[in-house]
């Protein structure tokens, strides 16, 4: 546990030195807060029926989305980029000559990156109901915290996956180019998939994003309980079950690689 | 025992292919020979000196020694341990100094630095005030930030980081690259000193400075585009014929 904390510890030192991009961080909260604020007033009183099942309200179904689509983000980015500034920066060298194992390494360097989402998301909600009257009244915190975990482990094994690209390939990763665009498109973010052709739906429901953003909107919005969300649940579970230890097996082998080929720390 | 026997160790790194070579030849591996079937026997608290010039492929051996970079044939034992097989107790054995000031984070002090680096390694937080102290390091210095470092100091934290686990092997890599003479000339009585007469370590340094080596080393090897040229007592060798016969 100490090694981890120190990673947090090591992360928050660095990030929290650049103090403006902290502050440009949360204005961008707000301003995203502004876009969906108008674009939800171009849709007012509507009845949009694929709405229904999320309360009807767009303004509340887009700002949850943005909060929980952040994560899928710092997954698939930030243990990819940790490896890329490894590797640019030379630090990653240094630290596997350390007594830590590699899977330790790479997760303890993401944990930074999803407590940093995990507080701009709370800010993000805070300012939408503090600013923009977004009712969460109904909200079911367990449900939320359930998911919350489920949606960073499931991803996790994408962005861990992402990062064996990473080592290999240095840049040009393929898992984060298509799974990004597909789930920005198909996932759920801006829109229900219910208006999506029946052959599209078929897609999103591949993806774990399309899971984690109905389970989020369905506690926060609608109060769901945790036997209410259980296919969703189950579903992030065996994401991540088969997608973390295939994800970690796949890392070792590309570092292997890299050193095989002598390019840890090329990039 | 030796503390470390290279018994015919090859490396070869696989060539980047160019665009035509992709369509022409997609199944052709094009290679480099980085070393060539290397034999040395490094002793038990012995100064041993890499020498060669850049290509040479000191940081190639030296990183087979670390675990960073896998030989392709032949083998390197650390204290009796295979690299290869043996990787994670190779790791508690050696102390890898990396010259390159951007193996550090450059927005943490250099105490934040050595820190960090000792809860990975399970050493306790104590050690580090002891070893910042050990290189010359004042407390002053060790709170500043690292990018505020000047070339010697960093060289020093590169040390103190190499030395946290206590290992019984220091591995260096160009120790004193960018220093100035007098940094240098204290970096290497640093070396000689400190670690090997008082802390009896075993010491391997790559340099291209063939005074450095003259200065501190007990035995060298010189290595030539991935060959050793020769090998023995720094007195024995005629380094400037040797060299320049190259």
Redesign the interface.
């Given at each position: 546990m100490?090694?981890v904390?120190?990673f947090i510890?090591?992360d928050f030192?660095?990030e929290s030195?650049?103090k403006l991009s902290f502050l440009l961080q949360i204005f961008n909260l707000f301003t995203s807060l502004l876009l969906f604020f108008f674009l939800s007033k171009l849709l007012e009183g509507l009845d949009i029926i694929s709405l229904k099942p999320y309360g009807g309200d767009y303004f509340s179904f887009v700002v949850i989305g943005g909060a929980f689509f952040a994560f899928f983000e710092v997954a698939l980015q930030t243990l990819s980029k940790s490896i890329r500034d490894g590797q640019m920066?030379?630090?990653l060298?240094?630290?596997?000559?350390?007594?830590?194992e590699i899977p330790l390494?790479l997760i303890a360097s993401s944990i930074y990156s999803f407590i940093w989402a995990t507080i701009k998301s709370v800010i993000y909600l805070l300012l939408g109901v503090l600013l923009f009257d977004l009712d969460l009244s109904n909200a079911n915190f367990i449900g939320v915290a359930v998911m919350l975990l489920l949606t960073i482990t499931a991803f996790s094994g994408f962005g861990i996956l992402a990062a064996s690209f990473v080592m290999v390939l240095k840049k040009g990763d393929p898992i984060n180019f298509i799974l990004s665009n597909l789930s920005k498109l198909l996932g759920g973010f801006y829109y229900p998939i219910s208006v999506l052709p029946d052959w599209l739906q078929v897609i999103s429901y591949l993806l774990p994003v399309t899971y984690v953003l109905e389970g989020m909107r369905l506690a926060f919005l609608q109060g769901y309980t945790i036997s209410q969300l259980l296919p969703n649940i189950m579903v992030l579970s065996i994401f991540s079950l088969i997608m973390l230890p295939i994800s970690i097996w796949i890392f070792s082998k590309a570092v292997?690689r890299a050193?095989?080929?002598?390019t840890?720390t090329q990039y | 025992m030796y503390s470390i026997e290279i018994q015919n160790l090859s490396?070869n790194?696989?060539q980047l292919k160019t665009y035509s070579d992709i369509v022409l030849h997609p199944f052709t591996k094009q290679e480099t020979m980085?070393l060539r079937n290397i034999n040395l026997k490094i002793k038990q608290g012995e100064l041993f000196g890499l020498l060669g010039t850049n290509g040479a492929g000191k940081t190639?051996l030296l990183?087979i020694l670390?675990?960073?970079?896998?030989p392709s044939s032949g083998c390197a034992l650390v204290q009796g341990l295979d690299v290869k097989q043996q990787a994670k107790h190779v790791?508690?054995l050696?102390g890898?100094v990396?010259s390159?000031e951007?193996?550090?984070?450059w927005?943490?002090t250099g105490k934040?630095n050595l820190?960090?680096?000792a809860?990975?390694?399970?050493i306790l937080a104590d050690k580090v005030d002891y070893l910042l102290d050990s290189v010359g390091l004042t407390q002053f210095d060790a709170n500043k930030l690292f990018k505020d470092y000047s070339t010697g100091m960093r060289k020093k934290l590169a040390i103190a980081?190499g030395l946290l686990?206590d290992p019984e092997i220091l591995i260096m890599d160009e120790p004193a690259n960018g220093l100035d003479p007098l940094a240098a000339m204290r970096l290497q009585s640093l070396i000689r000193e400190f670690l090997v007469e008082q802390q009896h370590k075993t010491v391997i340094m790559a340099t291209h400075d063939l005074h450095q080596v003259e200065a501190i080393c007990d035995r060298i090897a010189i290595l030539d585009k991935g060959e050793v040229k020769a090998s023995g007592k720094v007195g024995d060798l005629n380094l400037m014929e040797i060299l320049s016969n190259g």
């Open positions: 100490a090694k904390f120190a510890w090591r030192i660095t030195s650049y920066l030379g630090t060298e240094a630290l596997l000559v350390t007594q830590t390494i292997q050193k095989q080929d002598g840890l | 490396k790194f696989p980085a190639t990183k670390c675990t960073l970079v896998l790791k508690r050696i890898y990396i390159d951007r193996s550090f984070y927005r943490l934040q820190l960090f680096f809860s990975l390694n399970n980081r686990t």
